[in-house]
């Protein structure tokens, strides 16, 4: 239960499914740092089921300025980070994925600058306040690898992000700074609820059941002991690569 103690973490995206998962599993390990988002009441409400051990930050990560207090109130408060994980994205509020028949030029930047573009400046405008030897974890998707109806731009964004997990490590190489992709499949998450009708949803949750070989979708918690992993110094020789946790969705085709 220490394999993260005293490690200092920032989670973006972290009052919500899959970065708070992670937020619990790195508590659960002895971590302790900063979770983000933009909803407050989330925040409030995920700070205290972590038992105090995590600050919230409010933070968009799609803006630079927000990303440089996120790190910042940090380390004033815990010291050096030790773990980054890059996790804010996913579905563009009010924005609904869509085929390219569809797509405008606005949602096409809203989408990357969500899921790519602000991916990359989290890691930059962390880099001062990160310690050598950090461990930065990118969420990715299974979507980077199959393709889903109305999803190409949300794939190609996170494709791209798993090349940073190799581009990054490379660059900071003389920091130790390990960069690596968790690529989750489908996850129960309230991402559903933002894109997907409420009478809709539990067709729309056993489609991707059907696809899935493990029979079930995973839960934030899958997400977070792979975290805790390749945060931790058990995973120190992996480095630029990617781990999928998706019960075989990416690799496996059911024939049914
Ligand atoms: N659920 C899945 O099946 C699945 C599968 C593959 C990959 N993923 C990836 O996993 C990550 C988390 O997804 P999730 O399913 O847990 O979704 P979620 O429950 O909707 O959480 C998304 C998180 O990102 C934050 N966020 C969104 N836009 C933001 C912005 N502009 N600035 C700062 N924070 C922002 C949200 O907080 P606020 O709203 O408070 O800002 C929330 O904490 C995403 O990167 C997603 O692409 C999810």
Do not use: C
């Not at 790195?26 to 409400?45: D, H, M, P, V």
């Not at 994980?85 to 949602?107: F, K, R, S, W």
């Not at 969500?114 to 969420?139: E, M, R, W």
Request: charged share 20%; hydrophobic share 40%.
């Amino acid at each position: 239960m220490d394999k993260l103690k005293n490690k200092v973490a920032v989670i973006t995206g972290g009052n919500s499914g899959i970065g708070f998962g992670i937020a619990e599993a790195f508590k659960n390990e002895g971590a302790k740092g900063a979770i983000t988002g933009r909803n407050q009441n989330t925040l409030n409400s995920s700070v205290k089921a972590l038992n105090s051990n995590f600050i919230g930050i409010t933070g968009d990560v799609t803006n630079i300025n927000d990303l440089e207090g996120i790190f910042k109130q940090t380390s004033d408060r815990f010291g050096e980070i030790d773990i980054l994980v890059v996790n804010a994205g996913g579905v563009v509020d009010g924005v609904p994925l869509e085929t390219i028949l569809d797509i405008t030029e606005d949602n096409y930047d809203q989408y990357m600058n969500l899921n790519l573009k602000g991916a990359y400046f989290t890691v930059k405008k962390a880099l001062p306040y990160l310690k050598d030897g950090a461990s930065v974890i990118l969420i990715g998707s299974s979507a980077a690898h199959r393709a889903y109806p109305g999803m190409a731009i949300y794939g190609a964004a996170k494709a791209a992000l798993i090349h940073f997990a190799k581009g990054l490590s490379l660059d900071l190489l003389s920091r130790k700074i390990r960069v690596n992709a968790l690529s989750p499949g489908t996850i129960e998450t309230p991402v559903f609820t933002k894109f997907v009708p409420e009478n809709q949803l539990s067709q729309v949750k056993q489609t991707w059941l059907d696809i899935t070989p493990s029979n079930r979708l995973g839960l934030p918690s899958d997400i977070g002991n792979a975290a805790v992993f390749l945060a931790s110094e058990e995973s120190s020789f992996i480095v630029g690569t990617e781990i999928l946790s998706d019960g075989g969705l990416t690799n496996m085709s059911l024939m049914k």
